[in-house]
C-alpha cells in the first residue's frame, strides 16, 4: 500500500511515518511540497491509497492540492485526509470544501499519532 504524506514540518513527517509504520503501512512516499507529490502521481503508473496533507504548506496549499487529486480521474476514491494544527472552523471548512475525505489536528507525540492514525486507518481505508 502506498500512501503520500505531504507535509513540511520534519517533526510531523517523522511522527506521521512512524505511526504508519506502526499500523503496518511501508512504501511512505513522504513530499514537504504539494507540487512534488503532484509530479509523483502524474510520473507514477499506479496510484496510492491514501493522501495525507498538511493544511499550510509552502506553495500550493493543502486544499489546492486536494482540490487538484479529487479532480484527477486517476485519483479517484483515493482518501486524502487534511492534517493541521489549527481548529479554527474557517480552516476546517475550507479543507472539507477542496474535497477533504476528514480533517484531524495534529497531536504532538507519538502515542497521539497512533491513536489519531488508527482513526483515519478505520474511517477511510477499511472496506465496509
Same mark, same amino acid.
Given at each position: 500500500m502506498t500512501s503520500l504524506i505531504i507535509e513540511d514540518?520534519?517533526?510531523?513527517?517523522?511522527l506521521i511515518t512512524d505511526a504508519l509504520t506502526a499500523q503496518g503501512f511501508g512504501d511512505l512516499q513522504v513530499f514537504e511540497r504539494a507540487e512534488d507529490a503532484i509530479k509523483f502521481i502524474r510520473t507514477q503508473p499506479g496510484?496510492?491509497?491514501?493522501c495525507l496533507v498538511d493544511s499550510r504548506?509552502? !506553495?500550493?496549499?493543502?486544499?489546492?492540492?486536494?482540490?487538484l +487529486?479529487?479532480?484527477?480521474?486517476?485519483?479517484a476514491? +483515493?482518501?486524502?485526509?487534511?492534517?493541521?494544527t489549527s481548529n479554527l472552523k474557517d480552516e476546517i471548512r475550507i479543507a472539507l470544501a477542496? !474535497?477533504?475525505d476528514g480533517y484531524f489536528v495534529k497531536p504532538s507525540d507519538i502515542d497521539e499519532y497512533?491513536? +489519531?492514525i488508527a482513526r483515519i486507518i478505520?474511517?477511510?481505508?477499511?472496506?465496509?
Amino acid at each position: 500500500m502506498t500512501s503520500l504524506i505531504i507535509e513540511d514540518s520534519q517533526i510531523d513527517a517523522t511522527l506521521i511515518t512512524d505511526a504508519l509504520t506502526a499500523q503496518g503501512f511501508g512504501d511512505l512516499q513522504v513530499f514537504e511540497r504539494a507540487e512534488d507529490a503532484i509530479k509523483f502521481i502524474r510520473t507514477q503508473p499506479g496510484r496510492p491509497d491514501f493522501c495525507l496533507v498538511d493544511s499550510r504548506l509552502p !506553495g500550493m496549499s493543502g486544499a489546492d492540492f486536494i482540490r487538484l +487529486v479529487k479532480a484527477c480521474e486517476k485519483m479517484a476514491g +483515493v482518501p486524502c485526509i487534511s492534517l493541521s494544527t489549527s481548529n479554527l472552523k474557517d480552516e476546517i471548512r475550507i479543507a472539507l470544501a477542496a !474535497g477533504a475525505d476528514g480533517y484531524f489536528v495534529k497531536p504532538s507525540d507519538i502515542d497521539e499519532y497512533e491513536r +489519531v492514525i488508527a482513526r483515519i486507518i478505520e474511517a477511510h481505508l477499511t472496506p465496509n
